[in-house]
């Protein structure tokens, strides 16, 4: 069992976000509102909390819940656990999670490049306003879209995201950042094109 590889105590601090995430978590899915006895509530919680006490480089952060939820509909405890694990080691996402986000900063910066070289309307017009990547892409960073693409679909996307990686996720933004060129490049109130970007 994955709890046999545990380093130390999640401190106070993660236990008590998890312990708030829990209930934000897909709280429209029949499994994870209770409905079903609590039972994808607490396999979540205790996938959370082994991971907390398995890796001291990371910090618990708000988007992990997503991400663990999304595998748990497709695995057990154990496997959600290592391929959570597989997520941080070996697809890069240790730097998102580790203090003052240095991945979150990588990634929007990536981002940025990618809009100015494929989609220049839409970068010329983020600019314009100031929208950085990291204020419409952190949730995306920090969840693998988990809490944006619909449950039924996440099995896809992580098939492709443990073939492709970053890569792919890369391609997923400037997929929809394409099918909503024309509403995004039309708005200029900040918070309407917030709105636009992330819908």
Known sequence: MYQKLVKIEPDEESKSQIERDLSRTFP???????????KGIDKLRRVLMAFASYDSQ??????MNFIVASLL???TEVIAFWLFVALIEDCEMRDIYMPRLPGLFKHSQMIEMLLK?????????????SIKAELYASEWVFGLFASVIPLEYMGLFFDEFFKSKWIFFYQVILELMKHHKHQIII??????LM???KA
């Not at 990371?58 to 988007?63: E, S």
């Not at 708005?187 to 309407?192: K, Q, R």
């Open 117 to 129: 070289c494929h989609l220049p309307q839409i970068s010329e017009h983020l600019v314009h306003h």
């Open 28 to 38: 429209c899915s029949d499994y994870y509102s209770g409905q079903k006895n609590g």
């Open 187 to 192: 708005e200029d109130d900040f918070y309407c």
């Open 195 to 197: 709105h636009k970007i």
């Open 58 to 63: 990371v910090d618990y952060v708000q988007g």
């Open 73 to 75: 509909l497709h695995c």
